[in-house]
């Protein structure tokens, strides 16, 4: 007895011969055929080695062809012109059947199988077995399966009314998903939609559950009105994510339908019945990734950070989950059609991990908050009429405080004479913030200088940061930039002082930017210790 059995598959890009939109039926006797969605046929391709039960398609990135040859218990590749590579790409476990291909983001290869061990086998891109998962099954194995959302739950039928659930990441097998509640005798074809949905087919029927496992929608057509007129088998989501395609084993025809209101769209033949027909649908699955840049990030509070994400192998718009946890912790979500830029705003100091989440497929950014440098008591210009204190928290740190706004009629004074809000009137207004060749520390690490600017106007520069471990010191007009160590601290010594400050150090005193202080401590030769007389320091 001749079996054929159709496999239909949506690729979403252009590779090669295949275009988008393509639908790839397998039949028997190790042959695919490529239909376009009016049901014309394109192309026929042809394997070397006969079998009757050809099974699965799958496509990778490069559109390369997969074939699962249930028969002769191997999985064949195919180039994008249709040209056999590899006869024996995949092997599965011995007279087990490999029926269902599925790719991961990864681009790796689950294969199902439906009799022999009965496991769900896990493959590399090219062809090595990873894994392979012991389930719980019925008399169906695990031909007919699809992976979820989140990259590890795996929803499979095994030939019974009941939707099965497995943990492919932590080898767990998880409750039921569903039994229905209608008298189904089975459920074969299964597919998980990108809003979580599950898509289940049975004989004469298609069952529609939400991800709790709630059915939702019953879905029956003429002329596949009740068992006996058709055995509906398997199906496969459109690119469009409203229609689905279901193929029937009786008479090899394959129906479009609305997933909304189930009504039928269109159907075609794809083989002459001379046998059983089975139809299985397929969906092209690309590599899909989620870029981010840069891969970490400091930022500081009460400012915003900006992302740029970069989604690769995704069809359309997607909504994208961008979950935040640790010091400012939020959800947040935006619809990316390819690339765009995410921003959020930073309260609190502190880590964040920010976990993007496309379609099940997820990366990870660490953001680093850190309060600015400031020194005590200083004051900043935000805007016109806005401006910000530097305080000391609880930590001993400082840091810019919240913004406070001027009174009506007053602005924020960009002098730092002790006024924080002037009137609008007076003439500070009108005068620069800075004298042209004018210095200043800005920071206790960085530093400024005055200068005129593309328009004429006099303004203070682009902020200058003194080297690693360096503070800014400022004399006059002159700037510093000094390890803290050396810094003299004010005193009321004289030039010709002299102290020991322990038993093998001591300091002198002198005069650095015009003002008096203990310089930096030396220290006595080794073995020797610190002696004063009067104003004269001896070490032996």
Avoid at 240 to 246: A, F, L, N, P, Q
Avoid at 523 to 538: D, F, K
Wanted: net charge neutral.
């Amino acid at each position: 007895m001749k079996v054929f059995i159709i496999v239909i598959l949506l690729i979403s890009t252009v590779y090669g011969t295949f275009n988008y939109g393509d639908i790839f039926v397998s039949v028997g006797g190790g042959t695919v055929k490529r239909f376009n969605q009016n049901g014309n046929l394109l192309q026929t391709i042809t394997s070397p080695t006969f079998n009757n039960f050809t099974m699965g398609i799958a496509f990778d990135q490069n559109s390369n062809l997969y074939l699962a040859k249930f028969d002769i218990n191997v999985i064949s590749k195919f180039d994008s012109n249709g040209n056999v590579v590899n006869q024996n790409f995949m092997q599965p476990d011995p007279q087990s059947g490999p029926g269902i291909i599925v790719t991961n983001s990864k681009g790796e290869f689950y294969v199902g199988q439906f009799t022999g061990t009965k496991k769900l086998l896990h493959f590399n891109p090219d062809g090595t077995r990873i894994n392979s998962f012991t389930m719980l099954t019925d008399v169906g194995g695990t031909l007919h399966f699809d992976l979820g959302l989140d990259g590890c739950t795996v929803y499979y039928t095994s030939f019974s009314n009941k939707i099965r659930r497995f943990n492919i990441c932590t080898n767990t097998q998880l409750t039921d998903l569903a039994a229905p509640s209608l008298p189904v005798p089975f459920i074969f074809g299964i597919k998980v939609r990108n809003n979580g949905e599950i898509l289940a087919v049975s004989p004469d029927r298609i069952l529609r559950y939400s991800s709790g496992g709630s059915l939702l929608q019953t879905i029956q057509f003429a002329p596949c009105s009740s068992i006996g007129l058709c055995t509906l088998f398997s199906l496969a989501l459109d690119l469009d994510g409203s229609t689905m395609w279901v193929g029937d084993i009786n008479s090899g025809i394959v129906y479009n339908l609305n997933i909304a209101t189930g009504s039928l769209i269109k159907s075609f033949p794809t083989s002459p019945v001379t046998s059983l027909g089975i139809v299985e649908i397929y969906k092209f699955n690309t590599v899909k990734t989620i870029s981010v840049a840069p891969s970490t990030q400091i930022g500081t509070v009460g400012q915003s950070i900006n992302l740029n994400i970069q989604l690769t192998g995704f069809s359309g718009p997607v909504n994208t989950t961008f979950s935040i946890t640790g010091a400012n912790p939020q959800i947040k979500y935006q619809i990316i059609n390819g690339q765009g830029v995410f921003s959020y705003h930073g309260s609190s100091a502190g880590n964040d991990l920010i976990t993007i989440t496309a379609d099940g497929i997820t990366n990870k950014v660490n953001v680093t908050w850190v309060l600015q440098v400031c020194n005590y008591g200083a004051r900043r210009c935000i805007n016109g009429t806005q401006y910000q204190i530097c305080r000391i928290n609880q930590g001993y740190a400082n840091f810019w405080d919240n913004l406070e706004t001027c009174c009506s009629g007053y602005v924020c004074n960009p002098n730092n004479n002790g006024q924080h809000c002037i009137k609008q009137q007076n003439p500070l207004l009108n005068t620069t913030t800075c004298t042209l060749g004018q210095m200043r520390c800005d920071t206790n690490t960085s530093y400024q200088s005055c200068y005129t600017d593309p328009k004429g106007n006099i303004v203070w520069g682009v902020r200058q940061v003194c080297g690693s471990g360096l503070v800014c010191i400022q004399s006059n007009n002159n700037i510093y930039c000094m390890n803290p160590q050396n810094v003299v601290q004010p005193s009321n010594c004289s030039g010709t002082d002299m102290l020991c400050t322990s038993t093998t150090t001591y300091r002198r005193c002198i005069s650095q930017f015009g003002t008096f202080g203990w310089g930096p401590e030396q220290s006595c030769g080794a073995g020797t210790h610190c002696h004063q007389s009067n104003n004269v320091i001896y070490c032996y």
